[in-house]
Each structure stands twice: as structure tokens, then as C-alpha cells.
């Protein structure tokens, strides 16, 4: 049997295993499962093009909407970015999970004997790595086309917090999504009234920096976004098993 | 190897798998036939322990499912009609991830050999979305036996595929099995079952009406039983 | 079909009583409000449906959990039936504050916290609803469900929060996102009776109503049974 170690034969070739549980298992497995979502998307760059010609998009229509001229520029900048990374972000999610699901990839990765919930967290991080790309080329696109600094370290924690809550959410709720007819559509609709706690807070604190603001002033926000951060990714963590197993 | 008593699957109200009681020894062969909705697929998706039992026993290499389902994965290698494999990854990248999953060692040796059982070595660095369907069930094949499994299951494993790959296929699938591993396969194709099969179980309105050994059985008679019991 | 329980008979006579009852404290026992005249009477009825839709959804989440410890379906369908309910009451809720708001803010409608929390959580049960609509397998579609119903009830409080938050850095001028700004009063002892005894008796519409949907709920699976039955026959 394989236990720690043991010794078997496949294929002419003897098979060792490793020992099977433990932390090292876990973390490996999700290393492995980023390592996969990586060298596809490096690849077939659908998830990411996507995304980025989306964002790229939005941006422009905001363009015109709201006429970012430089007075107005500067109180709409965080809200526009915040619309647009939650836009894209659900492509990216929806993508993401129908990866796993079309080809039955989702059941491969169940008959694994690891915990489940390191499919969630390598999940989490594929999408999250995906999404801080995406802003990673918006943000310095966005402070040239209209001329403002958005390479404030304050900002970009900001935007580094927001984003982890927005994925982790998304991550669960998407698993749920691509099992229903429906799924493109509903993802977004499960998915905003419930990250509406994220992208609040976010939207404030980036401007707080901004318009340099006082840290006092932008603390409840960074507050509220960790709390928020702790708590959903506890929940899927506690809940995520209840998503896959049937 | 497989012990299931009284086992009962519901979705809903819908009843599919009706107290089903299935035993299969050591290094058996054993083929699931039965008409679509039969809950072939149901039944095989809770030997894989993807899908939980309603009721009942389920015993897979001697340890139970759902209670021990981490045990039993150990053990378990699935062949589905789906391929299980990611169409943006190479062959061989495919089985390096599921290597790691597993927590295999000695990585590129194991998923070189278990590439060239199966034939595909040559085409490795393919792009499995560029395979044809026959090369990705074998590919399949060689994803379910990379961390050497005791039990294999193998779901419809011939579905979509014209006959020459189908018959690389059961070779491929007698050489998987001839190694002492117990199988189970559901099919809705007898002959084929009777082929490659040891024991041909028919399951019927969720339950397993009939259990024919190959030997004890003349093939030309096996279509009249399957019908007889499968209208019953 | 099978007669109605004798208590639950009970609960629809007790509950119709307490509606009279609360219907006559609440428009002639209590006093009529001295600054907003009658419009105030909307008060009592509007806090009471937000009571119901708030415990409804509580009741949702509750169930849910029990539903993904024991797995046994009548859980599933107590969260089902409890987030129709409280999608309606808190309808009935945001509806009633908007028919107040006219005459007191005057405007329908103002970015008070309490609404826009009120509005994302009847928009996060929507979705509940939606999401059960597209899942096929019942089994799933309860863990989904489960999972969904608790997730939504985490995120009010905290959508609450952040909007409370954002509104105290920047006031509102215009209108006074605050309600105990604009709108505000006393009770007196005859309008805390009227009130109190308001968030009484929907609790017991909302305990009536969940029980007659859970009994629907089994008549239609009776139904699907025996269809099931005479098909297969």
C-alpha cells in the first residue's frame, strides 16, 4: 500500500510516493495548481487578453461618460479603476472556472486525495495573480492617458487587499456559477451584492490617497477591507467542500 | 476489492440506485451494462467517491466511502468519458501536474514511461486540445494508472470513438488491467463488455438484476438475457 | 390531500386576530404624530416588515448551516420558503419608507445607509433565487443554496458598515441621509405599544406563512410523486 515511502511498480518502472497528507502535500498541491493555471494562460493568453482588452474598454466608455477632465479626474479616478477591475474580474473568474468544469478537469482534481480546500486556494491565487496582472498594466496605462500618479504605495495596498477579498468571493461563488444553466450571466449577479463590502471600502481608501487624505481619515477603510478579507476567506474556507463534493 | 450492500442513491425524489448490493474480488474484471438512465454512471461516480451514497455500504480496497474517501483516492484510478485532462497543457504537462497532485517522485522519469505505455511519447510536447479523441482517452488512461492504482473504474471509456481507436483502446485497457488491478467498467456496448470483461453485471432500475460470468455463457445468448431482464 | 393541522388552524385565527388588533392600535390608538400627521402611522408596518425580512433571512442562513451539517432536506426547503417570504416583506419594507420619505424628506428616495443596505440585501436574494432557478439537481441546488444564503447574510452587516462609514466622512447635505436628523421623534407610551405589538404580530404572519409554504411545498412534492408513479406505470 502507499503509505510514507512505499515501493511499487508501474509500467516496468518502480513508483515511489511520497507521503501522502500533512502540510507539505497541501502547499504543494496548491503550488501545483497555480503552476498548471500559469502555463496554460502563459500560453493561450485567452483569460488575460480578455480581461485586458475588456478593462481597456470600460476605461474608454468612462472616458466619455464622465468627460475626465482634469477637476473631475481626480475624485472619479478610484471609482473608475475599482468598475473596471470588478468588470474584468468576473470574466476572468467565469474563464477561469469553466476551465476546470468543460473537460470534467474538476472531477480529476477531486479524485486527488488532497483537501479540497487547497483546490480553492490554488484556485484563489491563479485568479488573483490574473487579476493583479490585468491592474499591473491598466494602472500605468491609466497614469499616462490622463497624467495622474497612481504608484503611491498606499494605493496599491489598497488595491492589493481589494483585490484579494473581490477573488476570494469570486472564487467560491464561481464555483457555484458554471454548475448552472445560466452561468456567464449569473456570476456577476451573485457575485456584486455580496463583494459590495470590498469594493466600498476600496473604492474609498483609493481615493483617500488620492486626494491625500489623512491616514486617519482612510484607516476604517483599510480596517474594513481586512476584516472583510478574513471573514470570506474563512467562510469559503469553511464551506468550499460543501461546492464540490456532491 | 468492491463491496457495496444495500446501497440506495436519490436526487431529489427521483430514486436511481434502489438498494443495489455489488461485490467484485481482487483483480476481477467486471462489466457494468444496462440501458441509459440505469444509473450506470451515478453508481460509478460513488465507486470514485465523487458522489456521496444515500444509503447503504460502500466499500472500495477495503476502506469505506464516504467516511474514508481520502484512502480510497489513493487507490483509485478513473477513466471517464470525458478526458479529466486540461486542453492548454501538453501531455506531458498534464500528467507532471497530476504527478504533483499525487505527490509523486521521480517525476520525469515515471511520466516518461507511463507516456510510452500508452504511445504518445513521441507527441508529449502536443498540445492536448490539438490530441484526436483516441489519443486523449489514452492519455486518459495514462493520467488514471500515474500513481498505480489498485482499483481501476473506467466509465464509458470507448464514447466517441470510431472503431480503430476503440480497439487500440481495449488493448491498451487489457494490458492496464493484467496487472493485477480489479476493474470496473460501465458500457452500453455487450459485446464489447463480453470482450474485455471477466463478469458482465446488467444493471436494471437500480439494482443489479443479472451477474453473468464469460465463461459460463454463450456469447450469442447474452443480447436475449440482456433484453429479458432489462424489460422485465 | 390531508387536512390541516389543528395548529396550524389555531395560528391562522391567532395571527388574523392579531392583525385586527394591530390594525386598531396602529391606526387610532396610537396618536396622531404632531409634526408628520398621519403619514407617521406608515412607521409602524415599515419597521415590522423590515423585522420580518431580516429574521427571515437569518432564518435562512440558520438553515442552511443545519442543512450542510445533517444534509436532511426539510432544512432546505425552510431556507427556500424563508427567503420568499422575507424577499417580499422587505419589498413591502423598502416600499413603505419610500411612501414615508415623500412627505417627511421629501423625496422618494435618499443614499441612507439603512436603504441601501436594505436594497443590497433584496438584491442578494434575488440572486438566492435565481441561482436555485438555474441548478438542476435538487441536492445541489440545496448546497448552493445553503452556502449562498450564508454567505449573503455575512456580507449585510458588513455592507452596512462601509456605507455608514462612507456616510459619516461625507454628510449628506441635501435631504440628511440621517433619519434622526429629519423625520425623528419621540414615541410615546401609546405609540410603543402600537409599535412593539406591530413587530409581534408580523412575527406571527411570518410563522404562519412559512408553515402554509412548507405544507405547499409538500402537496407539490406529492404531486411530482404520484406523477412520477402513474409515468412509470
Known amino acids: 500500500m502507499p503509505e510514507a515511502g512505499s515501493t511499487r511498480v508501474v509500467g516496468d518502472q518502480p513508483v515511489v510516493h511520497r507521503r501522502t497528507g500533512g502540510l507539505g502535500a497541501y502547499l504543494r498541491s496548491i503550488g501545483a495548481i497555480i503552476w498548471k493555471d500559469l502555463v496554460a494562460e502563459l500560453r493561450s493568453r485567452e483569460l488575460l487578453s480578455a480581461m485586458l482588452v ?4 470600460v476605461v474608454l466608455i468612462f472616458n466619455f461618460a464622465l468627460e475626465l477632465d482634469i477637476r473631475t479626474r481626480e475624485t472619479v479616478t478610484s471609482g473608475v479603476l475599482w468598475v473596471t477591475f470588478a468588470f474584468a474580474g468576473t470574466l476572468g473568474l467565469n474563464r477561469s472556472m469553466a476551465v476546470e468544469k468543460d473537460r470534467g478537469c474538476l472531477d480529476g482534481l477531486l479524485l486527488v486525495p488532497v483537501d479540497r480546500t487547497a483546490i480553492y486556494f490554488g484556485k484563489v491565487i491563479g485568479n488573483l495573480v490574473f487579476m493583479l496582472i490585468v491592474e499591473a498594466i491598466v494602472l500605468p496605462l491609466y497614469s499616462v492617458l490622463y497624467n495622474i500618479n497612481l504608484f503611491q504605495p498606499g494605493l496599491l495596498a489598497v488595491i492589493l487587499l481589494g483585490s484579494i477579498g473581490y477573488v476570494a468571493v469570486g472564487t467560491l461563488l464561481s464555483s457555484m456559477a458554471v454548475h448552472a444553466r445560466t452561468r456567464d450571466v449569473l456570476l456577476p449577479i451573485l457575485l456584486f451584492p455580496v463583494v459590495l463590502p470590498v469594493l466600498v471600502p476600496a473604492i474609498k481608501a483609493s481615493n483617500g490617497f488620492l486626494q491625500g487624505f489623512e491616514m486617519a481619515e482612510i484607516l476604517p477603510w483599510l480596517n474594513l477591507l481586512i476584516v472583510y478579507d478574513v471573514i470570506f476567506m474563512a467562510v469559503a474556507f469553511m464551506v468550499f467542500d460543501y461546492v464540490v463534493e456532491e | 476489492m468492491i463491496d457495496v450492500r444495500g446501497l440506495v442513491k436519490t436526487f431529489g425524489l427521483k430514486s436511481v440506485l434502489r438498494g443495489l448490493e455489488f461485490h467484485v474480488d481482487r483483480g476481477e474484471f467486471v462489466a457494468l451494462v444496462g440501458p441509459n438512465g440505469a444509473g450506470k454512471t451515478t453508481f460509478l461516480r460513488i465507486l470514485a467517491s465523487l458522489a456521496r451514497p ?8 477495503g476502506y469505506r466511502l464516504p467516511a474514508q474517501a481520502a484512502a480510497v ?3 483509485l ?7 479529466l ?7 506531458e504537462e498534464n500528467l507532471f501536474f497530476y504527478s504533483r497532485m499525487y505527490g509523486l517522485t521521480d517525476l520525469e522519469h515515471r511520466v516518461g514511461a507511463i507516456l510510452e505505455m500508452v504511445g504518445l511519447h513521441a507527441r508529449r510536447r502536443d498540445l492536448v486540445r490539438q490530441y484526436s479523441r483516441g489519443m486523449q482517452q489514452r492519455l486518459a488512461i495514462g493520467r488514471a494508472i500515474l500513481h498505480d492504482p489498485d482499483v481501476l473504474l473506467f466509465d464509458e471509456p470507448h464514447t466517441g470513438l470510431d472503431q480503430e ?7 491498451l485497457l487489457q494490458d492496464v488491467a493484467a496487472r493485477g488491478r480489479t476493474v470496473v467498467m460501465t458500457s452500453h456496448n455487450l459485446d464489447r463488455a463480453a470482450d474485455l470483461a471477466e463478469r458482465i453485471d446488467i444493471l436494471s432500475k437500480g439494482v443489479i438484476a443479472a451477474s453473468i460470468k464469460r465463461d459460463e455463457i454463450d456469447p450469442l445468448d447474452l443480447p436475449k438475457l440482456y433484453r429479458s431482464v432489462t424489460h422485465a | 390531500m390531508e387536512p390541516m393541522p389543528k395548529a396550524l388552524k389555531a395560528l391562522n385565527w391567532i395571527t388574523g386576530a392579531l392583525f385586527v388588533v394591530a390594525l386598531y392600535l396602529v391606526l387610532i390608538f396610537a396618536p396622531r404624530e404632531a409634526v408628520m400627521g398621519d403619514v407617521q402611522r406608515v412607521f409602524y408596518f415599515h419597521v415590522a416588515a423590515g423585522w420580518v425580512g431580516a429574521l427571515a433571512f437569518l432564518v435562512t442562513a440558520i438553515a442552511g448551516g443545519v442543512y450542510l451539517a445533517r444534509g436532511e432536506r426539510r432544512w432546505d426547503l425552510v431556507a427556500q420558503a424563508s427567503v420568499e417570504i422575507g424577499v417580499v416583506f422587505t419589498f413591502a419594507n ?13 423625496t422618494w428616495w435618499t443614499w441612507d445607509p439603512r436603504l441601501v443596505t436594505a436594497t443590497v440585501m433584496e438584491l442578494v436574494y434575488i440572486a438566492y433565487l435565481m441561482l436555485r432557478q438555474g441548478i438542476e439537481d435538487p441536492d445541489r441546488r440545496a448546497r448552493f443554496g445553503a452556502v449562498y444564503g450564508i454567505v449573503g447574510f455575512l456580507s449585510v452587516p458588513l455592507t452596512f458598515l462601509s456605507i455608514r462609514i462612507f456616510r459619516t466622512i461625507h454628510p449628506v447635505v441635501i435631504g440628511s441621509g440621517d433619519p434622526t436628523a429629519a423625520g425623528a421623534f419621540d414615541m410615546s407610551p401609546n405609540m410603543r405599544v402600537a409599535f412593539f405589538f406591530s413587530l409581534f404580530t408580523f412575527t406571527f404572519v411570518y410563522a404562519t406563512l412559512l408553515w402554509h409554504r412548507l405544507r405547499l411545498q409538500r402537496f407539490s412534492e406529492k404531486v411530482e410523486q404520484m406523477k412520477m408513479k402513474i409515468l412509470s406505470v
Open chain 1, 54 to 57: 475588456f478593462a481597456l474598454l
Open chain 2, 85 to 91: 485532462l486540461y486542453g492548454d497543457l501538453t501531455a
Open chain 2, 77 to 83: 484510478g478513473v477513466v471517464s468519458h470525458q478526458p
Open chain 2, 165 to 171: 481507436a476503440a480497439a487500440m483502446l481495449d488493448t
Open chain 3, 94 to 106: 423598502i416600499v413603505s419608507g419610500s411612501v414615508w420619505a415623500r412627505p417627511i424628506w421629501n
Open chain 2, 54 to 61: 444515500s444509503m447503504g455500504e460502500v466499500r472500495v480496497a
Open chain 2, 73 to 75: 483516492r489513493v487507490r
